[in-house]
């Protein structure tokens, strides 16, 4: 089987990507795919893990424009971060780059009042 990968334009303007062999589609560029847990108290200071791909050193987390405390870049595709403080509701989570260019992840992380 020869490796590489092969995409097709499908007729509803989706795209579809097969892949051969291992490491044939590692994705390029930087990329925000979800939270975990995608939810946490309006007081902040949740800790949350933010998976991706192409994760380097210098970039920022902001929580609808509300910075992340303790950005910890794990791995290239993991970030650990406490979250701020923030609004109740979806806010985006957005990752920003050394070269100032930013990945957004819309309504992804929901604040929620605490309860007793």
């Known amino acids: 089987m020869p490796i590489g990968r092969v995409t097709k334009l499908l007729a ?5 990507t097969l892949c051969m062999g291992l490491g044939a589609c590692k994705k390029e560029g930087m990329g925000v795919e979800s939270v975990e847990p995608p939810f946490g108290s309006i007081a902040g200071n949740d800790d949350v893990v933010l998976t991706g791909y192409g994760f380097q050193p210098g970039l920022t987390v902001q929580f609808q424009k509300r910075a992340a405390k303790k950005v910890v870049i794990e791995s290239d595709t ?17 990752v920003t780059d050394q070269t100032g260019k930013t990945y957004v992840l819309k309504n992804g992380f929901t604040y929620r009042k605490e309860t007793s």
């Open 12 to 16: 509803s303007g989706f795209a579809l």
């Open 78 to 94: 993991k970030i650990r971060v406490k979250t701020p403080a923030g609004l109740e509701g979806q806010v985006d989570v957005i």
